[in-house]
């Protein structure tokens, strides 16, 4: 059996099983060590990646591995194309700058760091399985690969109740989507008798859209839909997001909200309407409303919020929102208009990126400023007299979020508003609209907070040159790619090439 | 040096605004200095592209095109016309009047250059911009940094503050939430201009503007009838059309001097800019069915502009509503649909903006002064000040517009062209001409005449340079562009003519 199409799993599994080995011989004081080593492990695996699959800066390097570029190759129920290559680099990255934020977060505190880092491999291994299987039960497994050691994580700090309530909750709410989304994927072989996707979707009798004929497959893709939408946080089904958020340590949280929520979302791009043409309107529909939930609600219930986490988790919602509303806004593809051409899936995957590297900015910011103390807007008073740097670069990604040019989130939202006006969602997009205006509100209450108040009292502020270095190289970029989208605009689009061809 | 030359128009302010970045917070004359570099810059391109505009030319010059995302088919794409010249002019001279008058900012000095360099960035590009994407990103560029001027160097003024909030707080969240809700609505019309281009008879979707220019909205049914009041009203907000213009008294009142002037210098005039550009420039079916309505609303913007101004004790409230009021010319004008009504409109956004901003200019050297903004408090400073009174009167005078200054031509102008359109409007329009009188010579004889408060009896006032060369700099202009407006009006004939024709019908 050849492995190598599970080479990048396979180096993350690697990655963690040493990072645990090394962790026994350790002595008690040189803990932090493992941040370290498990900072260049990564960037190991990120270089490899990117050497293996190819790209436009090492084209001849790609020949040393394997070329998977041109011919999609699938592998018992297993899928490794561009689209998730693209994906799975975006976690390699967002797992890379976690890390930095976590070897800052342990500075002071010696506890398991060893299982720590482990387990936050674990779930960027369950992230990348879960872009690339084609099959409902190894999604169902990397689902909950993906899953499983954010509940521990989400609960580490052991001796703060707000995190072990975090991470209970985390746990029931998760048991629940899980058992949700396994019924639903038995009801759905139930009725059709096979859990490969590729039969499941493609065109004949046995296929995943004669919902309206079989209310056993019906109930089966609605429990799977909600199962996933709950992953995403996407209202109604996003009431664990703020206790998590605030609870969880915020480098977990840091990655809690990019990966998982950016995979699923990966998967329901593969799925739903891109390889269900008949059944179109209906998915449409469904994530234009689950689109229009989140984005309001999320803005308004992070109006009030006064925790700088809950804020963001809230925030978080309504960007979900922004992101199913360009999943609504997608069509399926066809000979003469495949995926790569459509702004729908350009605009969802270039989104995807503006908001991994947004949201790592905002809980780099969060996580910087909580080791000081500071948790919420209030505590913000000041920042940009006492740390200037670290002001400008939560502004940035402030408003990033919030979608004001020339940062990429704006971009990103532009590129979502034009593809849904293309699919004639006027209604979505003028909700969409408002709906920034009123985010507005909340983003320039925390920027007000740092420009315009004096700070109350004096807090010393711990260097620590590589989140600094990190924070400074991520903030400017959402800068640079808001001004210059083209180079990532390209990625999105060669990610789209030859998409769902083979699948 | 032409393809290049807007971009560096609006490159200097931000490349500046990134060399203070730089620099060490306690180094303020090298801030300064900068600052100055980067306003002699613009300045200095303005003029060149005013100098060098050739009316008899081809419509569009120094254009420079730049594909930019390909898949959305939009462009960086920059050029001006005779509508945009007399706009690059006066951002170029505001930006250096703006940046001098700064000078008097003692505060967190750094910081206030960056953040105002960047609204004259964002200005300057969205006066050459002929990409709507690009139009959007300066736009916002322009108005959000204001948020943080009004916000950490504003005043709280004599109003009372609200409990949660501090005035120039509450001024600053009023404004951005004005001014963004604008943009939305910006945002959506563009949309919808990009999404129904091919059905007007473009080959493909398109945010270039010269592209959109060629294409009839006028065909689909319905669709310009909707998306123009969209736009005006979008546009308005900025530019302080009666009913949303209650912002612009709270924020200009708040500013600081410096952003004051760049507010109802300049920003004002990105909104009339946007209307012409935009709203009438691409649909000028529907401009001659909507503007009618907007002209009544302009009366009244010019006739409560007015009378709010009369009633306010605030010097910056004054000039704030006298805006108001003035903006109410530029959109009559506009109304008029003709082209000596069109060029009065064009004449008083030059002119307007000259002459508002020596006003807020000359309240902020006041308020530096005397420390009080009510006139009620004031009095008789004429003796202890004469510089400034002088000033204020010719910058009053200008605004009432007394012959040989240029006030005086835009609103001759605006309601020659008003007259042979629309005879009723311009008679009671000129209402507010008696009632600008009014307020002008009530505020001088307040301040500068009659007797003098003894609080300021002993006091003698210095001015400075700074202070004295932009004030005298703006009173010349006002001048020379009063007793000789050909220098104006001669550049934006050829554009504004193909535009009122479409307006009329003739056209297609």
Redesign the interface.
Known sequence: MDLSPLFPELLLLGLAILVLVIDWFLPKGKKSALGYIAIIGVVLIILLVHLAYGTKFFPGAAELFFNFNNNPMVFQGFVVDAFAVFFKKIFLLALGVVFIYSSFFFKNKGENQGEYYALMIFVAMGCSLLVSSSDLLLFFVSFELMSIPLYLLAGFSKRDSRSNEAGLKYFLIGAITSAILLYGISLIYASLGTTDLRRLVAPGPINLFHLQSDPVLLIGVIFVLSGLAFKIAAAPFHMWVPDVYEGAPTPVVSFLAVGPKIAVIGFILRIFISSMPESEPLWTLYFAILSALSMTMGNLMALHQTNLKRLLAYSGVAQIGYILLGVAAIQAPTPIAPASVQIGYQAVLFYLVAYALTELTAFGVVTYLGSMGRETVESCQGLARTSPGLAFIFMLSLFSLAGIPPLIGFVGKFYLFAAAFQKQLYWLVILGILNSVVALFYYFRIASSMYFKKEKEETSFIAYAPIQATLWVIGLTLLIIGVYPKTVIDLAQSALQRFLVGF | MDASTLTLFYALPILAAAAIFCVPKEKVGWVRALAVLAGLGTLAISIFVYATYDPNGPQWQFETYQP?????HIGYHLAVDGISVPMVLLTGILNLAAILISFSVKE?VK?YFIFLLLVEAGVAGSFVSLDL?FF??FY??AS?PI??LI??WGSDGQQASRSWVTKR?FS??KL??YL??GG?LI??GF??L??FAPQAGLPY?TFDFIELSRANFGQIANFSRIVFPLLFVAFGIEAGLFPFHTWLPDGHSAAPTAVSMLLAGVLLKMGAYGMIRFAAGLMPDAGKLWLPLFGVIAVINILYGAWCALKQTDIKYIIAYSSVSHMGIVFLGLASQNIIGWSGALFQMFSHGIVTALLFALAGILYEKTHTRNVMNLGGLAPQMPFVAVCFVLGGLASLGLPGMSGFVAEFLTFMGTYGWMKGLMIVSTLGLVLTALYILLTVKKVFFGPLNDAYKDETYKNFWWEKVPVAGLIMITLLFGIMPSLLTALSQNSIGPMIRALSGMAH
């Open positions: 930019w995302i390909p898949s959305l967190r910081e994407f959007i990103i916002e560029l959000i948020y943080f916000g950490m707080e600053a969240l951005l939430i963004q809700l939305a945002l959506t949309f919808l990009y999404l979707s």
